[in-house]
């Protein structure tokens, strides 16, 4: 039986949605409370996700108003590939993130309102960003506009700041987090849960063969890195660190598929569906690290870790990123609330790998040789805690 009629057949109270049924739709958002008088569905559309079911909902009422909705629903399987099992809770964990985000009126102007939610069915509705993209377009050379940087970095902080130290576990996703640590700390190294359990979003690890197609030299260097000790264990070490951390609310799949580019030049995030308790780290040198394999210019990334920090543009000095300096280097006046900068570079290491050779990858272009560089830059970044980005 497949996963899909496994859970049907468990669960005949969660209606599957499509957007190739429309009055579907319309009957569960009507039984939801989440139409208007004289509402209804009219049409529905894809967005593509990747793991979840989402779509684009146009409301028609009787007397001639029309609005628009986003609708997510995520199952416990990857919508891509069905065959792939995804942690069951993770449609629930983005609900409870996005009703956390609505209080913190900071954070909550970067993502779109929440409309509506119910965690039986694991269905979201959504503000629309009408006429927006995501930014994957960077890897393809686009370069990212300074204040939609600075959005991204004030997201970050905003979100950080006001959960730091808060203890609700109502948030923990300890699925999701649990498939983060797979994603970044073992599959890249081989070390991925047997076939069955999945490797969920991600693909296998390539082997060398299929790196030295993708570039000259990058399946050796691969396979150096698979069988580096010292880089092994720092890798170990931080997935430990990982797992153990609670600092604030993270997002935890904070890169271009996920920030949404407004056709007023502005952005915002979505998707929090890895949203857990965590090192802010976290989520700058996830960001940081698809930055540079989109390979911005280096003032559009000192942006980024300048806003996520606390500091605006006019408190910046030129080269200041804002971060807490290394011990034994000159010091700098750090922004509150002062990351560790270390500790965002071997982050920002761990997710240069997984995509790299990992089953994460992104579309590099660039010059010959570019993804052999960025794995060497990753090792530093791991092993030693250093970037240089993240110097002044
Ligand atoms: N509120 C929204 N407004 C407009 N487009 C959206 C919105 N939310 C998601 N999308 C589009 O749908 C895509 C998939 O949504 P996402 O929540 O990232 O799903 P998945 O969990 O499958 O990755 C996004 O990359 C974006 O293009
Ligand atoms: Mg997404």
New binding site residues.
């Given amino acids: 039986m497949s996963r899909r009629a496994e859970f049907e057949e468990a669960h005949p109270e969660v209606h599957i949605l499509s957007h190739q049924q429309a009055g579907r739709v319309d009957l569960v958002m009507g039984a939801l409370g989440w139409l208007g008088d004289e509402e209804q569905v009219t049409a529905c559309s894809t ?6 079911t ?1 779509m ?1 909902v146009e409301l028609q009422e009787l007397r001639g108003g029309w609005r628009t909705a ?1 609708l ?1 629903q ?1 199952l416990p399987w990857l ?1 891509r590939d069905e065959s792939v099992a995804m942690p069951a809770g993770r449609g629930r964990a983005e609900f409870r993130f996005y009703r956390q985000v609505a209080r913190l009126p900071e954070a909550a102007s970067h993502m ?1 309102r929440l409309l509506g939610g119910d965690e039986k069915r694991s269905i979201l509705l ?5 006429g ?3 930014l994957t377009v960077l890897y393809c050379g686009r370069v990212l506009d300074e204040d939609a940087a600075a959005g991204l970095g004030s997201f970050l902080r905003a979100l950080h700041e006001s959960t730091r130290g808060c203890e609700d576990r109502e948030l923990s996703n300890p699925g999701m987090k649990g498939l983060n640590h797979r994603l970044l700390f073992e599959a890249p190294y081989g070390l991925a849960a047997p076939v069955g359990e999945g490797l969920g979003p991600d693909g296998p690890a390539l082997d060398r063969p299929a790196l030295d197609e993708l570039e000259e030299g990058l399946g050796t260097s691969a396979m150096a890195m698979r069988s580096d000790g010292e880089f092994r264990k720092a890798v170990a070490e931080l997935g430990e660190r990982y797992r153990d951390s609670d600092t604030c609310l993270v997002h935890g799949a904070f890169h271009p ?2 920030w ?1 580019l407004l056709p007023d030049g502005d952005v ?1 995030v ?2 929090p ?1 890895y949203g857990e308790w965590g090192d802010a780290e976290f989520d700058v040198g996830t960001g940081l690290a698809h930055l540079l394999l989109a390979r911005q210019p280096e003032e559009v990334v000192r942006t980024f870790l300048s806003a996520a920090a606390g500091r605006s543009g006019d408190e910046r000095e030129p080269d200041d990123t804002g971060l807490e300096q290394r011990e034994g280097e000159p010091a700098v006046e750090a922004g509150p609330p002062g990351l560790d900068p270390e500790l965002a570079a071997r982050y920002a290491g761990v997710e240069l790998v997984r995509r790299l050779i990992g089953g994460g990858r992104v579309p590099l272009t660039g010059d010959a040789g570019v993804r052999t560089a960025l794995l060497a830059t990753a090792r530093t970044a791991v092993v030693e805690g250093h970037l240089e980005v993240l110097r002044t």
């Fill in positions: 967005l593509g996700g990747d793991s979840s989402v684009r986003v997510k995520s919508r779109p959504l503000e629309d960003f009408r927006s993209s995501d598929g996920n949404l915002r979505v998707d569906q």
